[in-house]
């Protein structure tokens, strides 16, 4: 009797088993057509955001190579404080602004929000529209603070 339950347990967990394994490969196989899995792979590198670490930006800074930084993030967060010498450009209101302070499409854009996010997205943004020498700071201003890099407020 015993080997009787035994048995019909490990069907059971079979069974269950199996439909899990069934459930995961159509949820990994099929694609909704909104949301992240929708979206398509990169192509090429020109697909893919760049992002400059703090350091590298502040050895940037440091020997004197020229970049524009600018500063996506709300009114109220540029206003408790920010880089130094940059730009204050709200992320929605980047794609419209951008032409009139930076026209020149090849110049070094180092674009920042608070954590890198909002950024990483302004600068695929920016890459659409033809800006080929756009990066992401790599930890937004929280990591800029934190390099001991010049703030302004």
Not at 42 to 65: C, F, H, N, P
Not at 91 to 113: E, F, N, Q, S
Not at 120 to 146: D, E, P, R
Request: glycine share 8%; charged share 15%; proline share 5%.
């Amino acid at each position: 009797m015993a080997h009787t339950s035994i048995n019909r347990q490990r069907t059971t967990n079979a069974k269950w088993i199996a439909a899990g394994a069934l459930i995961l490969s159509l949820l990994c196989s099929c694609r909704s057509s909104s949301g992240p899995a929708s979206l398509p792979p990169a192509r090429d590198a020109s697909d893919r955001i760049k992002e400059v670490s703090t350091s590298q930006l502040k050895d940037w800074m440091s020997t004197g190579q020229t970049l524009t930084p600018i500063d996506v993030r709300e009114e109220n967060e540029w206003q408790a404080g920010h880089a130094a010498t940059a730009i204050h450009i709200p992320r929605m209101a980047l794609p419209g602004a951008i032409g009139t302070a930076v026209p020149d499409k090849t110049a070094r854009i180092v674009l920042y929000c608070l954590g890198g996010v909002r950024s990483a997205a302004a600068a695929g943004a920016l890459q659409k529209m033809g800006y080929t020498n756009v990066f992401s700071l790599t930890g937004g201003f929280m990591h800029y603070q934190l390099e001991g890099l010049p703030i302004q407020k």
